[in-house]
């Protein structure tokens, strides 16, 4: 038996059909041939910040060894061509396979630059035509990129898990029970995140697009996420579900630190500084910071639905030093080059200060001036002095490190209660009920 990579990626639109599920479908066909699978199917999430993504920025693959890998190859191609969204010229889907015991350093790297930059076609050819790689493309066929970044993440570093259950019926609110959530999210504690936020009670496993997924629980492990799913109460049919192993709550694409001598647009990092000025608000209640870098200065933007990032950004002062990560938006003719800004980390404050008027020794009483630069005079003993007293005034914030509220964060951000839990467990062999379809 051989090792069988398969990545896939851009096969749904607005419209419908989801790239997860499409997965399920060849996971479900291949099943019925003799392999056996080496992970659970990886859901990579790639860079964020490109424009031309659907929703996430998802690709998938599946790892598994068999004796027929051109079979494997066929039966997933046959299944893109029927239920692709590119079927209707509204997905550039992309199929790729790798059939090698190692991933090569090269895709891995390639793997990388996507979860960071925006990657051209061209690169993504070179790399087809120096391996043995099997591919079929739809469209623009530019979902081969993701694709083959797909294959190059082996998730070997920390990783988490999402259940993805699918809806029998694709229309209507999904029927699953906000108390039933609540209790849910409150019975898993750790093992699970982001299934609801408290700050406006919004319900973070359920989707609301014409996609598949009536409900997605992310966790830290797959026992984790399979118990939260027995918890729910759910009003309408599940068709199927599957466990994905995944890099969503890790912060995978900020680990790249930004050269801010060569921005390019669309890219994901972090970069330290120095507060160069107050923080202003603008209409709409987002917050513009400016820092300073290695004498570079870079404007940063902090939206208004971050809610706590905002506000913590409206309390920097010139001179803190802070860490901050986010995404390079595109210039255009109205706005500069601009950090969206996805966390702050605040490494140190600068004291803030007021200049009083002394109080008197004697009568213990505020002193009043008597003109500029001339001093102070008790007005009950009437004492000189010509020195004011400087307080210094408490920060209303603290170091640490700020993230938005959970309803504002990306799939890649790792949430407050992931810091200290990563998992880098290497056995990544599915085990337990990971997949079934009903
Ligand atoms: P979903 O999350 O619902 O699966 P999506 O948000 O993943 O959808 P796609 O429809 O897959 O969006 O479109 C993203 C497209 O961008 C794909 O064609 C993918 O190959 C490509 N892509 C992904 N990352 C990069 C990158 N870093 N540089 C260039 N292209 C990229």
Redesign the pocket.
């Known amino acids: 038996m051989i090792s069988v990579h398969l990545g896939l990626?851009?096969t749904?639109s607005n419209e419908g059909m989801?790239?997860t599920y499409l997965t399920t479908i060849i996971l479900q066909r291949i099943l019925k041939e003799k392999i056996s699978m080496i992970d659970y199917p990886n859901l990579i999430r790639?860079?964020p910040n490109?424009p031309?993504?659907?929703?996430?920025?998802?690709?998938l693959c599946l790892r598994l060894r068999t004796d027929n890998p051109n079979k494997i190859f066929k039966i997933a191609k046959n299944s893109l061509i029927k239920y692709s969204e590119s079927r209707k010229g509204k997905?550039?889907s992309?199929l790729i396979m790798l059939c090698s015991e190692q991933i090569p350093t090269e895709i891995k790297n390639f793997s990388k630059r996507?979860l960071y930059?925006?990657?051209k076609i061209s690169e993504l050819k070179k790399i087809i035509k120096s391996h043995q790689i099997e591919y079929f493309g739809q469209g623009t066929k530019?979902?081969l990129?993701?694709a083959l970044?797909a294959i190059g993440n082996t998730l070997s570093s920390d990783h988490t898990y999402e259940l993805i259950g699918y809806r029998k019926n694709n229309n209507g609110e999904r029927g699953v029970s906000l108390t039933s959530v609540i209790k849910m999210d409150n019975c898993t504690g750790l093992s699970t995140f982001n299934n609801i936020d408290y700050n406006n009670y919004r319900v973070l496993i359920t989707p609301h697009g014409k996609d598949p997924i009536c409900f997605a629980i992310r966790g830290n492990n797959s026992s984790g996420v399979y118990k939260a799913m027995t918890m729910l109460e759910l009003y309408e049919p599940i068709e199927r579900f599957a466990i994905f192993r995944t890099n969503q709550g890790t912060n995978e694409h900020l680990k790249n630190e930004l050269n801010l001598n060569q921005l390019k647009s669309f890219q994901s990092g972090y970069t330290n500084g120095i507060i160069n000025k107050k923080p202003i608000t603008k209409r709409g209640g987002h917050v513009f910071l400016e820092i300073k870098s290695k004498n570079i200065i870079m404007n940063c933007a902090v939206y208004s639905p971050s809610i706590t990032l905002k506000k913590t950004a409206r309390k920097l002062e010139k001179g803190d030093s802070i860490e901050i990560g986010g995404g390079i938006r595109k210039k255009s003719k109205k706005y500069n080059r601009i950090l969206n800004v996805e966390y702050i980390k605040i490494n140190n404050l600068v004291q803030k200060t007021k200049i009083k008027n002394p109080i008197c020794k004697k009568c213990k009483k505020t002193m009043k001036s008597i003109g500029q630069e001339k001093g102070f005079r008790c007005k009950k003993c009437s004492v000189k002095t010509k020195k004011s007293e400087i307080h210094a005034i408490k920060r209303e914030i603290k170091t640490g490190l700020y993230l938005p509220i959970p309803s504002s964060q990306r799939h890649l951000t790792k949430p407050n209660n992931r810091y200290g839990k990563e998992n880098y467990k290497t056995k990544n062999k599915p085990k337990g009920t990971w997949f079934k379809v009903f």
């Not at 031309?52 to 920025?57: D, E, I, Q, Y």
């Open positions: 990626d851009d749904d989801c790239t790639l860079n490109i031309w993504k659907t929703r996430g920025n998802a690709a997905a550039n992309g996507c930059e925006s990657v530019r979902g990129i993701g970044a």
